[in-house]
């Protein structure tokens, strides 16, 4: 018992050191407690209510959203990490109180705000600002300073933008101007970012922890371990797999690496691989969940609602790269393991596939019954999420291991309310920098300094544009990251006439992978944290391990067949097998093994081969299938001649 006491507080260490959102307090005074359960609780049944009988109206609804989160958030969330965590303190109170003022003074006003036509009174401007500064503070505490930082920069380049000279030189605004635009308007706080997390974020969320109360990571461990497990460095595959599963769902790759990394970094080190390896395998899946539908982490949902295209477009279009991204992942792993003769674990210390399932196999039926509603059913979105959510606790009633009672529901509704909180203080923050693009013009004139820097280029943009989205994601969670470089970045590819749909894709992988692109790589820091690795070699090895998704991208700009866009089914098949190819042959190139060890030159060619399928050439895939069948002749060569052949397709 005192051994996983320690290592439970272990696994807190390091996921308060590398994910702020995790800081929270532990009242020891049952009635603060009990107040902020029960506005939690009492958050989650208003998304619950409005997601079946409707939203008030537009402003209404989205500041309730903001202000009760706002208020959570100063109510959980101590102002200083060396704070004592067991106590409230008065400054709290009165910030979560202001927090509350801003929604009813829209609701007792509202009218009074509709007819002044966004000619603000004194009061739209005193309440404007509170929600402005408390945004800010709020940001701070759940995501640390490099949000609200950026927010800030915004704000000051809105009021002193008039002072610069060059493309980025604006009219100049006043605060009165600003504040009323962030309050009174649906383009600033309460803008598309929050638009969504009030309504689908928030319940799939929520989704996710009735999920979770059921059993379903249990679940997904147990499988992937059945599945797995006895092959080849069995122990990296099943993270894969896990964490693939879970971080679609709960889009939080730092949270990921940690919950999930916890149970399998230790037996990756135990049948052999090296813990910056280790680290990193579990660091690169856990980001990859977020590019994986049906979920996507939610930010399909963001995608779907700024594109204004139905979500199951994008959903189909981001399968066939997410599933790459994991091909080339397992593809590097399963050479790792087969050049170091590492082994599995023994099937007698597995689980059957078949005991798995049917001690927990009816809970994919909730998800199954998701992708119907979300594909077939022609329902809302937000009303496929609420019927989901019943399910899910319908179903979880069929056997006694994943049965939920009235406890285990009440503490769904908490922790659901919990989780989301990160990700709608996120998008609130989002919303004041989106609002001063907007305002300033920013997002195009950036834009317009990418396709100039790119010159007529569109692999120059491309490349300028992935360290733009890369940068902006340094050290910021998933969907405000998405929000900022789909604003800032995507428009630069739009203007070269890159679909939309394929210039958001692309950005918003580049913004992802920076969780795992020195020198802010949270989630391989928190890997290596898990390991004992170092943190920069961990982040260095998650890159390689990650490269199908730094090629994949530039794959589908050239070739939309990859997105499975408008593409004949002869077409699709062609598209599946060249790009399967290339991604094998990719972590063939990284891994530097195939039969025998690869020497350097090899590992260019096969490079080289793999990027002649990134476009749909006849000539490229010709050259490109030579290369393959030259490689394979040179390395069964080698590999005889070195005294025998280690087939690594064998499991």
Not at 221 to 239: C, E, F, H, Y
Not at 448 to 460: A, Q, R
Request: charged share 15%; hydrophobic share 55%.
């Amino acid at each position: 018992m005192s051994t996983e006491n320690s290592q439970s507080e272990k696994e807190k260490e390091i996921l308060e050191k590398y994910d702020t959102e995790s800081r929270v307090r532990d009242f020891h005074f049952k009635p603060v407690a009990l107040i902020v359960s029960g506005m939690a609780i009492a958050l989650s049944l208003y998304h619950l209510y409005t997601s079946y009988f409707g939203t008030p109206v537009t402003l209404q609804h989205r500041s309730i959203h903001v202000a009760v989160v706002l208020a959570l958030i100063f109510l959980i969330y101590p102002a200083f990490k060396k704070l004592d965590r067991t106590k409230l303190h008065w400054y709290d109170i009165v910030f979560a109180m202001l927090a509350l003022s801003t929604t009813v003074y829209i609701y007792f006003d509202y009218d009074g705000i509709v007819m002044r036509g966004g000619i603000p009174n004194d009061m739209d401007l005193v309440f404007g600002a509170i929600l402005v500064i408390l945004t800010l503070e709020a940001a701070r505490r759940v995501a640390g300073w490099a949000l609200p930082s950026l927010a800030v920069l915004f704000l000051l380049y809105g009021l002193y933008g008039n002072s610069l000279s060059g493309i980025f030189r604006h009219r100049g605004y006043e605060w009165d101007e600003i504040v009323n635009f962030m309050y009174v308007t649906t383009e600033g706080v309460y803008g598309t970012a929050i638009s969504v997390s009030a309504t689908y974020i928030f319940l799939f969320i929520l989704f996710g922890a009735f999920l979770a109360k059921s059993g379903m990571g249990q679940f997904f461990n147990d499988l992937a371990m059945a599945i797995a497990g006895q092959t080849k460095g069995g122990p990296a595959k099943v993270s894969v797999i896990a964490s693939g599963f879970l971080g679609s769902i709960n889009g939080a790759a730092v949270a990921n690496v940690v919950t999930t990394g916890s149970f399998t970094i230790p037996l990756m080190k135990k049948i052999g691989y090296k813990r910056d390896f280790a680290g990193a395998v579990e660091a690169s899946a856990s980001v990859g969940g977020q590019i994986l539908p049906p979920i996507m982490g939610a930010a399909a949902f963001i995608m779907a609602e700024i594109l204004g295209i139905p979500y199951r477009d994008i959903a189909l279009a981001a399968l066939l790269p997410a599933l790459l991204f994991y091909l080339g992942v397992i593809v590097q792993i399963h050479l790792r393991a087969t050049k170091e003769g590492l082994k599995g674990i023994s099937r007698d210390n597995l689980p059957r596939v078949m005991d798995v399932m049917k001690e927990r196999g009816h809970l994919m039926i909730p998800l199954l019954f998701l992708m119907y509603m979300l594909f077939f059913s022609g329902r809302t979105i937000i009303y496929s999420a609420f019927l989901t959510i019943l399910i899910t606790v319908a179903i979880a009633m069929i056997r006694k291991t994943t049965r939920m009672n009235f406890k285990d529901i009440i503490e769904a509704l908490e922790n659901g309310a919990r989780t989301a909180l990160t990700v709608a203080i996120a998008c609130a923050s989002v919303g004041l920098i989106v609002g001063i693009a907007t305002l300033t013009g920013f997002g195009l004139k950036l834009a317009n300094s990418i396709v100039m820097l790119g010159g007529e280029s569109l692999l120059l943009t491309l490349m300028f544009t992935m360290v733009a989205c890369i940068v902006l994601g340094m050290g910021l969670p998933s969907i405000p990251t998405y929000i900022i470089t789909a604003t800032m970045a995507a428009p630069a590819l739009v203007q070269l006439g890159i679909e939309p749909l394929v210039a958001h894709l692309f950005v918003f992988y580049f913004g992802i992978f920076a969780n795992i692109t020195p020198p802010v790589a949270l989630a391989s820091f928190a890997a290596a944290g898990i390991s004992g690795g170092g943190q920069m070699r961990t982040g260095f090895i998650s890159m390689k391990l990650a490269i199908a998704g730094f090629i994949v991208p530039y794959i589908f700009v050239y070739n939309n067949n990859l997105l499975l866009i408008n593409t004949t089914f002869l077409e699709g098949v062609l598209v599946v097998v060249t790009s399967i190819t290339g991604v094998v042959m990719l972590g063939i190139a990284a891994e530097g093994y195939f039969l025998t060890k690869v020497n350097p030159i090899v590992r260019i060619l096969l490079f080289g081969g793999a990027l002649l399928f990134m476009s749909p050439n006849w000539l490229q895939d010709i050259i490109a299938i030579s290369i393959i069948f030259i490689v394979i002749f040179v390395q069964w060569k080698r590999a005889k001649k070195e005294g025998g052949i280690n087939l690594p397709i064998t499991a």
